[in-house]
């Protein structure tokens, strides 16, 4: 079932920034009085970083790993902004990771460090780490060997393989970033040896290689439960998979670690293995819709158009794969026009929305007074909320009208398409290039009646 409608567009004139200024990397002249004023300023920071911590410890933070992302268009400034967020919650008294994914040199010029494929320390509070899939992929493969060492299923054969010299195959980056965050984060319930108690980070901030792997990433605990689904019908109903099965799922979960107790599943029954499994990508995929444990930001230059669009879509898209968007920022240009369109206030609401100050390439950035500036006041209040009551549920059940009203922003109504192959107990939404199973409850299950798109919403009608 498919819909038209006429497209979202953003205009040209409408969406201006206001005049903030863009900070340079040349040192200050240090005069007496600048030096009172810094102290001053450093003052207040000691204050703030105080009065973060006690906020930190009622938070929550210790008790979990937040994780962190942003989304949006090549060259709107993603990387800026997860960089001034790593500093914003490393300032905060927050023990934070940045996590890059590329080989662009960006996040090394603003931090003024070297990042490598392990932790550098930056500065107080704040390390970062470069993911290279051609180390990632040498400690599964490590464990992999010591798992089949146990359980001898391949008899030598895989503790021939010589890891240094395998190549990387498209589709390898995004599978072993996803592991190496389920090691610094715990998304999955296990925090790996890289964030032990010891070393424990409060908030991971990730810089994905594209906004598109992103988005797979965050609906990829999801989308596997149905493929987990089919394996175990295999495993279970044919004679090939009740004889391989268990041994696999052994090998697999003694390799991946998933559940953390390693080879102990070894005198567990397969249906047991599978249940766990299940259970593991369940809570994995409602982290992301939990905003006190991820925090998904849409990032625009707001004086392009296009930007705005990508943005958009970006939004809609994020919402397919499951998770629930925090906010929008705007990363400004230097002699931007002070007036603020309500451009933004209309297209993207309910999202509270912020501005970044402009960052220009240099030796060095004086973050202290980048992140102490009036200009980042609101960035970085939006940056340290956790709940926001004003946020549509992308979601809603009206029983009394037998309808389904789905929140698609950045989608036109003929891109959204609608299945039904499990009677009327669910529906299958399709759009961005993802599939979401929407489960209906009991009073609004029944065949699709019509649909209506209101306010950048889908509402169905059941009958």
């Known amino acids: 079932m498919a819909f038209c409608s006429s497209p979202l567009l953003l205009g040209q004139s409408g969406f201006c920034p206001p005049n903030f200024p863009h900070f340079h990397c040349s040192s200050p002249v240090k005069t007496p009085h600048r030096r009172r004023r810094k102290a001053k300023r450093y003052g207040a920071l000691r204050l703030t970083l105080a009065a973060a911590n006690a906020a930190k410890n009622e938070a929550g933070y210790s008790k979990s790993t937040k994780l962190v992302t942003f989304l949006g268009k090549g060259g709107s400034g993603k990387t800026t902004a997860a960089i001034f967020a790593a500093q914003h919650y490393a300032m905060s008294g927050l023990k934070t990771c940045l996590v890059i994914q590329s080989q662009d040199p960006t996040a090394e010029y603003l931090l003024n460090c070297k990042i ?94 594209s906004t598109e792997e992103t988005i797979r990433m965050i609906g990829a605990t999801s989308k596997a439960r149905l493929y987990l689904k089919y394996l175990r019908s295999l495993a279970e109903k044919t004679d090939l998979g009740r004889v391989a099965g268990p041994s696999l799922l052994r090998l697999a979960d003694d390799a991946l670690s998933l559940s953390g107790r390693g080879a102990n599943l070894n005198g567990r029954m397969s249906s047991e293995i599978w249940d766990y499994l299940e259970q593991t990508l369940e809570k994995g995929s409602c982290v992301f819709a939990e905003p006190h444990k991820f925090g998904c930001y849409l990032v625009m230059n707001p004086t392009n158009p296009l930007s705005l669009n990508s943005a ?58 980048i992140m102490m500036s009036n200009h980042s006041k609101d960035a970085r209040a939006l940056l340290s909320e956790t709940t926001n009551k004003s946020l549509l549920s992308s979601v809603q059940f009206d029983p009394s009208n037998k309808s389904v009203k789905l929140f698609m922003p950045g989608f036109e109504k003929s891109e959204i398409k609608l299945y039904q192959f499990r009677g009327g107990s669910e529906l299958l939404v399709e759009a961005g290039d993802q599939r979401r199973v929407i489960r209906l409850p009991p009073q609004i299950q029944g065949k699709v009646g019509g649909a209506k798109f209101v306010d950048r919403s889908l509402v169905i009608t059941m009958r």
């Open 116 to 209: 490598g494929p392990s932790l550098t320390e930056c500065n107080d509070n704040l390390s970062a780490l470069r993911l290279e899939t051609t180390k990632m992929m040498l400690e599964p493969l490590k464990r992999l060997k010591q798992a089949d060492a146990r359980l001898n299923m391949t008899q030598g054969v895989l503790e021939g393989v010589v890891g240094e010299e395998l190549g990387v195959l498209p589709g390898m980056d995004s599978i072993f970033s996803a592991l190496e965050l389920e090691r610094l984060v715990g998304f999955l319930g296990n925090v790996g040896s890289r964030n032990s108690e010891k070393g424990k980070f409060d908030v991971v901030v990730y810089d994905g290689i």
């Open 312 to 369: 958009l879509r970006h939004w809609g898209c994020a919402i397919q794969a499951g998770a629930q968007v925090s906010g929008a920022f705007g990363v400004t240009l230097p002699n931007s026009p002070i007036t603020f369109s309500e451009t933004v206030k209309i297209n993207f609401s309910p999202l509270p929305s912020a501005f970044i100050p402009h960052l220009e390439f240099g030796n060095h950035l004086h973050w202290d007074e």
